[in-house]
């Protein structure tokens, strides 16, 4: 069998974390890749929650969390 060219999961969860998740979301739903690997899916989430808390806060209080950080 011809080795097949395929991109490492640290690779796409740092795209994810980079703002991609909402991309990776719909390829995951369309192309049902990576939807039933319970570690990649675990780690998958925890970006999204880490995004979602960063904007709903960014919106609820502004400036004020960015310099938080």
């Known amino acids: 069998p011809e080795r ?4 490492q999961e640290r690779r796409l969860h740092l795209c994810e974390l980079m703002g991609g998740w909402i991309g990776a979301f719909v390829a995951q739903r369309i192309l ?15 970006i ?5 808390a960063f ?6 209080f502004g400036k004020a969390v960015i310099q938080s950080f």
């Open 4 to 7: 097949q060219w395929r991109i």
């Open 32 to 46: 049902r890749h990576k939807i039933s690997k319970s570690s990649y899916q675990r780690v998958f989430r925890a």
């Open 48 to 52: 999204v929650a880490i995004h979602n």
């Open 55 to 60: 904007w709903l806060g960014w919106l609820l």
